[in-house]
């Protein structure tokens, strides 16, 4: 990675709320807790859609029908993430900088994001289960799962 | 006599192995992780079904009947790893107080479920288009949410035992539920 971003790390995990999160014996694991209720929420929500486009699971609603049902829990499961996400950032992120499963999940979370949002719920109108569908929904699982590996493989090293 | 088999069952050479592995052991936790995530989360959709806050207009008996084999396939990739895992190290998780809570919380969640099914579910073709399942369902599914909230808070704070046995002292009552075993010193010095 670039040596000219360490400074802008250093910094964060200076913050106010960085230090914070580090001086407290408790912060650290509690917020990884709700950081993984909240991967379970989302988990859930693009798992039930994939799995439907994969032509498995609830297969008697269409897929645009699920997906629209699930997107509140997606969207606000991923705020939850993103939030605590980023006070466990600042707490170690002179540690991240040095990690390589947070580079991987730093590349393959946008990647993630904007396929969920920009492609395939763009897609979704009128989708039924088929090639396309298929293709759409492994390759949603495939990103979300190198998403959560490296975000819990940042702690291996 | 559990101390022992499980002393000696850490003392095995897969076990060692396991536990001292440098990517058998990573693979296999976060394996135990993203199936969390596969595991509670379908769990949880049917959860906020239950409970009448979510998929309104989906059956209840989509969750039951189609989304639950996959759940349960989950559930089973979910126990194998934490055997595993468990298998790594006996006798340090036995004697860690946030397993032990785990471990109940588990029962409790069993409980809860063969509840559901051996009763409230028993008649869902009566309800299972309601947008607000009965109380008896609506109750099971909160409490669905609540354990598995806690098995996934107790789950994590396995790695960070602040109640670990060989720090001392501890409370009385801590070191009763951990079942950690005081010897000379320590025993006389405890609060």
Same mark, same amino acid.
């Given at each position: 990675?670039?040596?000219? =971003? ?27 807790? +709700? ?29 645009? #029908?699920?997906?629209?049902? +699930? ?22 992120? +002179?540690?991240? /900088?040095?990690?390589?499963?947070? =580079?991987?999940?730093? !590349? ?6 904007? /396929?969920? /949002? ?5 897609? !979704?109108?009128?989708? #039924? ?6 293709? !759409? ?8 799962? +190198? ?5 819990? =493989?940042?702690?291996?090293? | ?52 806050? &979510? ?39 036995? @004697? @860690? ?14 409980? *809860? ?11 869902? &073709?009566?309800?299972? @288009? ?5 109380? &008896? ?23 960070? *035992? ?5 720090? %001392?002292? %501890? ?6 539920? &951990? ?13």
């Amino acid at each position: 990675m670039p040596e000219a =971003w360490y400074p802008f790390f250093e910094w964060c995990e200076g913050t106010f709320l960085g230090s914070a999160v580090r001086e407290s014996i408790y912060a650290f694991p509690v917020i990884e807790a +709700v950081h993984l209720i909240a991967l379970c929420v989302i988990g859930g929500a693009i798992i039930v859609v994939d799995l439907r486009m994969l032509g498995f699971g609830m297969k008697d609603q269409r897929i645009s #029908e699920l997906a629209e049902h +699930v997107r509140p829990w997606l969207v606000g499961g991923l705020a939850v993430m993103l939030s605590t996400g980023v006070l466990l950032f600042l707490g170690e992120a +002179v540690k991240c /900088f040095y990690n390589n499963a947070f =580079w991987v999940k730093m !590349l393959t979370l946008p990647v993630a994001l904007v /396929f969920t /949002f920009a492609v395939k719920g763009r897609l !979704l109108d009128g989708l #039924e289960t088929g090639t396309r569908s298929r293709l !759409l929904g492994s390759a949603s699982l495939v990103l979300w799962v +190198v998403v959560a590996a490296a975000g819990r =493989w940042i702690g291996y090293s | 006599m559990i101390v022992g088999i499980l002393e000696w069952v850490g003392s095995t050479k897969w076990s060692v192995m396991l536990l001292e592995s440098y990517y058998a052991w990573p693979l296999l936790e976060s394996t135990h992780v993203v199936t969390l995530a596969f595991f509670v989360g379908t769990a949880l959709m049917m959860d906020l079904r239950l409970v009448g806050i &979510a998929f309104p207009g989906v059956p209840v008996t989509a969750f039951t009947g189609r989304l639950l084999p996959w759940t349960r396939f989950a559930f089973a990739l979910m126990v194998t790893t934490g055997l595993l895992l468990f298998y790594s190290s006996p006798l340090r998780y036995y @004697n @860690n107080i946030f397993f032990r809570l785990k471990i109940v919380l588990l029962m409790a969640a069993g409980l *809860n479920i063969w509840l559901f099914h051996s009763r409230i579910h028993l008649k869902v &073709a009566e309800w299972e @288009n309601d947008l607000r399942p009965p109380r &008896a369902a609506r109750i099971a599914g909160l409490l669905s949410i609540i354990i598995w909230t806690s098995v996934v808070f107790s789950g994590r704070f396995v790695a960070y *035992n602040w109640f670990e046995c060989d720090i %001392q002292p %501890q409370p009385g009552w801590v070191n009763f539920l &951990a079942g950690c075993e005081l010897v000379g010193e320590e025993a006389m010095t405890g609060p």
